[in-house]
């Protein structure tokens, strides 16, 4: 058996967010196509998905096994927010779109809300 197939379980990379007034200790997503797709928790506080530059985005819920809160992020500051998306029972899958955004992150759902996290707070990797 591979070790490579479990490479995210046993040394995941990861960085700290700020969003607000908030720390996140996130996986660093190395496989954009998978993401949190299959798994039954999220690991650590959630994933992100990091972009060269802003650009158009479009994530779904397709194979993902939990609810989840999709922030879009750009130059530093959070510009929409998809609370709590379901998971995709059968296709097609709804897809939760930004025009312009160069950091996405996945946290378990409704932790938005319950944190009070809204479009135009600060977003940081610290």
Do not use: A
């Not at 397709?62 to 992020?73: G, M, N, T």
């Not at 897809?95 to 009070?116: A, M, N, Q, R």
Request: hydrophobic fraction near 30%; glycine fraction near 6%; include cysteine.
């Amino acid at each position: 058996m591979s070790l490579k197939k479990y490479n995210n379980f046993i040394d995941p990379q990861s960085t700290r967010v700020m969003i607000g007034d908030h720390f996140f200790d996130l996986e660093i997503c190395k496989d954009h196509v998978k993401g949190l797709s299959k798994r039954d928790k999220v690991e650590m506080d959630g994933m992100i998905f990091m972009y060269n530059e802003p650009i158009s985005l479009s994530y779904h819920m397709k194979d993902c096994r939990i609810p989840l809160d999709i922030l879009f992020c750009r130059d530093g500051q959070v510009v929409d927010i998809h609370h709590n998306c379901p998971p995709c029972k059968s296709l097609p899958c709804k897809k939760y779109e930004c025009d312009s955004s160069d950091l996405v992150i996945e946290l378990p759902g409704k932790t938005c809300s319950s944190l009070g996290i809204t479009s135009g707070l600060s977003c940081q990797i610290v």
